[in-house]
């Protein structure tokens, strides 16, 4: 017993000495030591720990480095662990230094406040692919409890942040989940305020936590589409633009779809993009809009009105030029349809004209019986810019030869 005691007191002291001394762990450190002003360790010990990536223990002192940077008058401080693995018999190997983080001195992180105000100005380019699938924020994202701040230099801050969100697994249902996003801000000068970021979620297992997860069927998930940050955050901006360009014009109600036509052609003949804008956002109907929502335009409608804008009211050729106020118009019944009108204002051309079919619509329902309006389901709104009308339209000395009845 007292031999078996002894080996073990002799490999327990023997594993204590081959732990690498305050010396070596120095020396591995800062290597040659050029450009290093200070150095000093975390703590007076080290850590024995598990690393599950390579199957072995590891020993890791955690140091302080301060060297000079490439940046005349900074100097850059950097924490770092000296990782070394165990080899047997109680001895250890150097390994690696892995940076934890750093800074340059003078230089401070981004406060919290500050993060946010800049990551707020571009949400969906702050969370990417998970902009369309999350539907409920537990938490604004905050710095992690271990930001990690890593500068690759005076312009670049690289760091981390937590969040906590509900998001859409498609054709399953809405997962909870905690997790780490990685970002990085970029600058033009120390002095000068941050510009450009990237940001996506960390891909490390350790830093991804599943919380819980509810199934819900493919209609059901059609309804939580209504309530990602894609949808309400658009939802909220479009609401508000709606809500101002409302006061820049007066839409009546109307009975006639002519009445319609003719409101629309006044305000492209005489009026302004924005308020166009306004009118088009009364005066469309529901399949002019994203599911859901009676303000936001869809993708290919915002892009058609950004088109028919800048051809009806900025081109060489305008609207205005090739349509009268008091137009020739053509309205056409549908047989079987006794709401709806194709109605055509023609312009100064024979070869161009605008279109308009307009039908009453069902707009809901209140108390079982269904609300509806006068609105367009379709149009077609032309303005030709070749030379040859343009020649046309300005040949003319004066807009009565070309509009006798206006």
Not at 159 to 180: A, P, S, V, W, Y
Not at 200 to 210: Q, T
Not at 239 to 267: I, Y
Not at 355 to 367: A, C, D, H
Request: aromatic share 12%; glycine share 6%.
């Amino acid at each position: 017993m007292r031999f078996l005691l002894s080996v073990l007191l002799c490999l327990i002291g023997t594993g204590a000495y081959a732990q690498p001394s305050d010396a070596k762990v120095k020396s591995d450190a800062i290597g040659n030591g050029n450009g290093v002003i200070s150095f000093h360790f975390t703590k007076s010990t080290g850590t024995r720990q598990w690393n599950s990536s390579t199957g072995n223990w590891e020993y890791v002192r955690g140091v302080v480095v301060k060297r000079k940077s490439e940046y005349p008058g900074i100097n850059l401080i950097v924490y770092e662990d000296v990782v070394y693995q165990y080899m047997g018999n109680g001895g250890y190997s150097f390994w690696k230094v892995r940076v934890v983080s750093n800074e340059y001195e003078g230089i401070p992180n981004p406060t919290q406040k500050e993060i946010t105000e800049f990551i707020s100005r571009d949400w969906p380019k702050f969370y990417g692919f998970y902009y369309s699938t999350i539907t409920k924020l537990w938490h604004e994202p905050v710095l992690a409890d271990t930001p990690r701040w890593v500068w690759h230099s005076p312009n670049s801050v690289e760091f981390r942040m937590k969040m906590k969100f509900d998001h859409i697994i498609r054709l399953k249902g809405i997962e909870t989940q905690e997790c780490i996003w990685k970002v990085r801000l970029y600058r033009d000068d120390p002095k000068a305020p941050w510009k450009n970021l990237f940001a996506l979620r960390s891909e490390d297992g350790s830093d991804n936590n599943v919380l819980g997860m509810k199934n819900y069927t493919p209609e059901q998930l059609a309804q939580f589409e209504k309530q990602t940050l894609q949808f309400t955050l658009a939802e909220k901006t479009a609401q508000q633009q709606a809500g101002d360009l409302s006061k820049l014009v007066t839409v009546p109600a109307f009975n006639e779809a002519e009445e319609m036509a003719r409101f629309v052609h006044n305000v492209l003949r005489n009026g302004t993009p924005e308020q166009f804008r306004a009118v088009m956002l009364q005066v469309c109907g529901p399949g002019f809009f994203v599911n859901g929502s009676k303000v936001q335009f869809t993708i290919q409608e915002e892009q058609n009105l950004a088109n028919v804008i800048t051809a009806v009211y900025s081109n060489r050729v305008t609207y205005k030029q090739l349509y009268c106020q008091l137009p020739e118009m053509k309205v056409e019944k549908w047989g079987n349809q006794p709401t709806r009108k194709d109605i055509t204002i023609k312009s100064v051309l024979n070869n161009c004209n605008t279109q308009f079919t307009i039908e009453r619509v069902n707009m809901g329902y209140k108390e079982g019986v269904p609300v509806t309006r006068l609105a367009i389901i379709s149009y077609g709104i032309y303005v030709l810019q070749d030379q040859d009308t343009y020649d046309y339209i300005n040949s003319f000395s004066s807009r009565a030869k070309i509009c006798p009845q206006d």
